[in-house]
């Protein structure tokens, strides 16, 4: 079952750019609980396109449009 995330925007859809320079810790962080929402595969629509989050059973995450 795959659940679309598209109605709940967390982030704006067009982020400000981040500079080269930024540290990783000043960037937005989200835990992939939060995307998967328990499910084992998620569809996420970006700039019209929809793209499939899956988690494997080794714990990666797999992301393909």
């Known amino acids: ?6 109605a ?3 982030l704006p859809a ?3 750019a981040l500079s080269a320079g930024v540290a ?3 960037r937005p962080a ?3 609980s939060a995307l998967l ?3 084992k ?3 996420i629509v970006h700039n019209g396109a929809l793209y499939q989050l899956q988690a494997t ?3 990666k995450l797999i992301l393909t449009k």
């Open 8 to 10: 709940q925007p967390a």
């Open 30 to 32: 989200l835990h992939s």
């Open 41 to 43: 595969a998620v569809t």
């Open 14 to 16: 067009t982020p400000p």
């Open 57 to 59: 059973r080794l714990g």
């Open 24 to 26: 990783a810790s000043e």
């Open 37 to 39: 929402q328990g499910c």
């Open 1 to 6: 079952m795959h659940a679309v995330l598209a």
